[in-house]
């Protein structure tokens, strides 16, 4: 057991923002972190906990955001969303939950779990469902592990409540998505509490050890730690010389083209769809999910969503190797290359040469 006081908050963000992989709705990270604060300096530390740790017979609630963190600029996240979400799903199952966890270590997503772990007065289990940014709610290892979600509760910031239940996890998501533009752009969401096996069998333990360390090490910017304990490599430096930009479905798509800074002949080429999924040099992969593809500011170390890079901006780009559940058949079929409709098979970051 350990605990994230308010000291941890910059590092937190920081590996929040790396791990969305240019999504994950990292664009309001910043808006929920003084919710953080004050939840902290109110309610005191969090206390973290491995999922052996609970009691027996324990559960946890399994927290998040669905929607648009670019709308969060314009409707701020006013803070209870979660804790009310957490007790419509409590009403409506008969359970009462003795922690929360994370849906997925990234953007918001990884921050607000930790709010509602304060503002309840309950551990926040050291676990998460996917490591790296998604585009989907179904895009997890818990649906690898053939646990569904549901049901679920989403409450928005002017009390509208959506509870979804007797559909799977995949299914659901479609409900929630159509629902987004009558609750506002975004919810805050609770979904099935969980029982200590199901965590163990579905989820990523340690995510939160993890990614404070992970963030202590980008805000001393020590390339040299992050790759030897987290194997991360940079792909390219240079400058950004393009961003088309089209529509895709529901999410912003586009490409990223990045020239070298020393070689200018030299030029990266990233694809996105709301996160950043295929590096290319000269048509070879070096980079492609599930592993993480990022891009830094090089100035200032910030990381930068899909929806803010921009024209001019001078860039590091950093990969990182995905948990290894992601490679296995059925998660790279539900998170890689082809998944999001490229024609290509996926090429570990080890085996590439960028």
């Excluded at 963030?215 to 790759?227: S, T």
């Excluded at 590091?316 to 290359?337: F, I, K, Q, T, Y």
Aim: hydrophobic share 40%; aromatic share 4%; proline share 6%.
């Amino acid at each position: 057991m350990w605990q994230i006081t308010l000291d941890d908050v910059p590092a937190l963000s920081k590996a929040a923002m790396l791990l969305s992989a240019g999504g994950g709705g990292g664009t309001g990270t910043e808006l929920v972190e003084p919710i953080l604060r004050r939840a902290l300096r109110e309610h005191g530390p969090v206390e973290v906990v491995h999922p052996s740790e609970l009691p027996p017979g324990s559960c946890a609630v399994p927290v998040g955001f669905v929607g648009s963190g670019t709308v969060m600029h314009e409707k701020p996240y006013e803070g209870s969303e979660i804790t009310r979400a957490i007790r419509g799903v409590e009403g409506h199952t008969g359970l009462t939950v003795q922690a929360v966890v994370g849906i997925a270590m990234t953007g918001i997503m990884a921050v607000v779990p930790v709010i509602a772990a304060a503002q309840l007065g309950l551990p926040l289990v050291d676990a998460d469902g996917t490591g790296r940014g998604v585009t989907k709610l179904s895009q997890t290892t818990l649906t690898l592990a053939g646990i569904d979600l549901t049901p679920a509760a989403f409450t928005a910031d002017k009390g509208s409540n959506l509870l979804v239940d007797g559909v799977n996890s995949a299914d659901a998501e479609s409900v929630i998505r159509l629902s987004m533009p009558a609750m506002g752009g975004w919810a805050g969401m609770a979904w099935r509490p969980l029982t200590t096996d199901e965590i163990i069998k579905g989820m990523q333990v340690g995510s939160y050890s993890r990614a404070i360390e992970m963030g202590r090490l980008l805000e001393e910017r020590d390339r040299e730690a992050l790759a030897a304990r987290y194997q991360a490599r940079t792909l390219f430096e240079g400058k950004i010389v393009e961003v088309p930009r089209r529509h895709l479905g529901q999410f912003p798509a586009g490409t990223v083209v990045v020239e070298h800074a020393e070689k200018p002949d030299r030029a990266l080429r990233i694809e996105m769809q709301n996160e950043y999924l295929v590096a290319l040099e000269d048509g070879k992969i070096v980079a492609c999910v599930p592993d993480l593809i990022c891009v830094l500011e090089q100035e200032t170390g910030t990381c930068l969503t899909a929806e803010r890079v921009r024209y001019g901006l001078w860039v590091e780009v950093l990969a990182l190797p995905c948990h290894p559940r992601w490679r296995s058949a059925d998660g790279l079929e539900l998170l890689g290359p082809r998944a999001f409709g490229y024609d290509m098979d996926y090429i570990p970051l080890e085996g590439t040469t960028g």
